[in-house]
Nanobody
Framework: QVQLVESGGGLVQAGGSLRLSCAASGSIFSINTMGWYRQAPGKQRELVAI???????NYADSVKGRFPISRDNAKNTVYLQMNSLKPEDTAVYYC???????????????WGQGTQVTVSS
C-alpha cells in the first residue's frame, strides 16, 4: 500500500513562514508529479504548486514568488516553503502525488490526509 504523510502545518502570524513536508511511502515503483493543493472553508480545493520528477514547477498566481516547491526524489518527499504568509492563505493543505505502485500496471492519484495552516492578522 502507498500512503502520503504530511507534516509542518500550524498557526503563524501574517508575514511569517511555514514549511510543509510530504513523504510518500509503501510499495512504490515510480512517482511522477507531486504537489500541494489547499481548501479554505466554503471554497473548492485549488492547486497551490506542483513539481514533476524532472523538477519542472507550476504555481497558482496567488503564491508565485512566495511558496517555492521542491522535492527530494531519493526520499520520495515534496516540500512547500511558505513565506510572507497572508490571512487568505489559511486553509487545509493537501499533498498530492501521481504514483505507480509496485506490481501494478496503472498510475494512481494519491492524497494526503491534509494539514491545517492558519495565518492570523
Amino acid at each position: 500500500q502507498v500512503q502520503l504523510v504530511e507534516s509542518g502545518g500550524g498557526l503563524v502570524q501574517a508575514g511569517g513562514s511555514l514549511r510543509l513536508s510530504c513523504a510518500a511511502s509503501g510499495s512504490i515503483f515510480s512517482i511522477n508529479t507531486m504537489g500541494w493543493y489547499r481548501q479554505a472553508p466554503g471554497k473548492q480545493r485549488e492547486l497551490v504548486a506542483i513539481i514533476t520528477s524532472g523538477g519542472s514547477t507550476n504555481y497558482a498566481d496567488s503564491v508565485k514568488g512566495r511558496f517555492p516547491i521542491s522535492r527530494d526524489n531519493a526520499k520520495n518527499t515534496v516540500y512547500l516553503q511558505m513565506n510572507s504568509l497572508k490571512p487568505e492563505d489559511t486553509a487545509v493543505y493537501y499533498c498530492n502525488a501521481f504514483i505507480r505502485p509496485q506490481r501494478e500496471p496503472n498510475w494512481v492519484n494519491y492524497w494526503g490526509q491534509g494539514t491545517q495552516v492558519t495565518v492570523s492578522s
